[in-house]
């Protein structure tokens, strides 16, 4: 019995011995997969942030062009009343006045002068993306973001919605509307 005592203690010792070995190696996959899924949390974490500050860079990026582009904005629209003044300006002299440049010299003068300054003027403003447009001019449809309409007639030949008279142009800056072409448009079911 002894030897049976003996036996059966070596076993015990020897399963005792197995299963601390065996919970430290649960313990360790356990941790181990603990530490792989932190790992996996982290990565995506730190994707994710990379994504979010490349995001804000394009963000800011399209911030600070369209401050650039539309800075003038408020500027642009002062000045486009005296653009609009200077054009009636030169609207207002007869052509037959100036076909005559014996007899009014000052006159085509002063008329060439304004042209002049209005070209000038007009290069200027394109070149910082402000634009003028005549919509009757090119015969275009009638367009409620770009066209403010006063009145709408029938016109024989002319397609319903176009515009066949500008009385005030319009001006884009940098592709959006600054100020609004005021027409008249034909309608045919008037």
């Known amino acids: 019995m002894n030897l049976k005592v003996r036996a059966t203690g070596a076993q015990d010792s020897a399963n005792s011995d197995a299963s601390p070995a065996g ?3 649960s313990e360790a996959k356990d941790e181990l997969e603990s530490k792989n899924r932190e790992i996996i949390d982290l990565k995506d974490k730190y994707l994710r942030s990379v994504a979010d500050f490349c995001n804000l860079q394009d963000r800011t990026k399209r ?8 800075a003038i904005s408020r500027f642009a629209q002062d000045l486009v009343e005296s653009v609009d003044n200077l054009d009636r300006a030169l609207s ?22 304004l042209k ?14 402000l634009e003028r447009f005549d919509p009757s001019e090119a015969g275009e449809q009638f367009n409620p973001d770009l066209h403010e309409a006063t009145f ?23 592709g959006r509307a600054a100020k609004v072409g005021v027409v008249k448009k034909n309608a045919n079911d008037v």
Request: aromatic content about 6%; overall charge negative.
């Open 63 to 70: 911030d600070i062009q369209s401050a650039r582009d539309f």
């Open 152 to 174: 709408q007639i029938a016109v024989d030949g002319k397609e319903d919605g176009s515009i066949f008279i500008t009385q005030q142009k319009g001006f884009i800056l940098n």
């Open 116 to 129: 002049m300054t209005e070209t000038i003027l007009m290069q200027t403003l394109k070149k910082h993306g």
């Open 92 to 113: 207002t002299v007869p052509q037959d006045k100036l076909d005559h440049a014996d007899s009014n010299k000052e006159l085509i003068s002063l008329y060439k002068g």
């Open 23 to 25: 919970a430290s190696q």
